[in-house]
């Protein structure tokens, strides 16, 4: 595993931050503290729990109390409430105080590093939350203040200088308004966390196959059809990440998503050990000479399509 600052605080997280929600819940106690373990041992340093559940939060708080508190980071998604309501969104002062109460009194850990609002719109959050973050920030339940989303109001919750760290989006074909909010946020000192590295558009192998294939030139009279030149063809595809030997597709996406310094660490998910460890040996891979480029030139002709 590797290490990256993290923001102003002088604190270091691993590239890679392991993400525990319902799912994993729904494994088990004792899976979701065996998957804890094993991303201890691989040198994870950085966890999140995606919703304020407290038998959750009781479990993560167990199995970090291992570890001497200051050198984990801890964060806890904000405004989806204990997260056993399907679509549930509360973004009131006393529903977010509440959620951070009731997740750090089940943990035992002391603080969380990162209190994350999920993708607020623009009215769905009230001054009088914002004071009473800043406010759990001051007592110290709280160290930063995170925003999550990808939505046009993620500009303007940036440009306030209300957070400390944006939670954003971010894969080999990310959107340029993506790119431009994560400079805007550098330029504002605010760390930056990314997830969704591995989208459907590009996960999607038999898809992206098929986007890679070369047309097939018609003779004179359509007979004799030849392939053009693969390299020409089809510039914007992404079929070779799955066509890259000794590599899968996930692995090069969450390898080229480590390659930019302004990320401080990638979210992951991972519903047992196995893939935990298959995961952590990324960050200490490096991408085939080319790659990059490679990717680079398709994301512009995608773009350009």
Request: net charge negative.
């Amino acid at each position: 595993m590797r290490y990256r600052p993290f923001g102003t605080s002088g604190a270091a997280v691993s590239n890679l931050t392991l993400c525990l929600g319902t799912e994993a819940l729904g494994r088990g106690r004792a899976a979701v503290s065996e998957l804890i373990f094993t991303a201890l041992e691989a040198g994870v340093n950085s966890y999140h729990l995606e919703n304020a559940d407290p038998v959750l939060a009781e479990i993560v708080g167990e199995a970090l109390g291992h570890v001497e508190r200051r050198l984990v980071c801890v964060g806890l998604t904000l405004g989806v409430g204990d997260g056993r309501r399907k679509g549930f969104r509360d973004f009131s002062a006393e529903g977010l105080s509440g959620s951070i109460d009731q997740a750090l009194h089940a943990s035992g850990l002391g603080w969380f590093d990162v209190a994350v609002l999920d993708e607020p719109a623009d009215d769905e959050l009230p001054q009088a939350s914002l004071i009473v973050l800043k406010a759990q920030r001051k007592a110290g339940h709280v160290r930063l203040l995170g925003v999550s989303g990808d939505a046009p109001v993620m500009d303007v919750y940036v440009s306030t200088g209300a957070f400390d760290v944006l939670y954003t989006p971010f894969h080999a074909n990310v959107e340029w308004r993506i790119r431009s909010r994560m400079r805007a946020a550098r330029e504002r000192d605010m760390a930056i966390f990314t997830y969704d590295y591995f989208p459907e558009s590009l996960s999607t192998e038999r898809k992206a196959a098929g986007a890679g294939t070369a047309p097939r030139k018609k003779g004179l009279f359509g007979f004799g059809a030849k392939n053009t030149d693969p390299g020409l063809a089809n510039a914007g595809s992404f079929a070779f990440l799955h066509q890259t030997p000794n590599w899968n597709a996930e692995s090069i996406c969450l390898a080229f998503t480590l390659t930019d310094p302004a990320i401080a660490s990638v979210m992951v998910s991972a519903v047992n050990p196995e893939r935990m460890e298959a995961l952590a040996v990324v960050p200490e891979r490096d991408l085939p000479p080319g790659l990059s480029a490679q990717i680079e030139m398709a994301r512009v002709g995608s773009a350009a399509a």
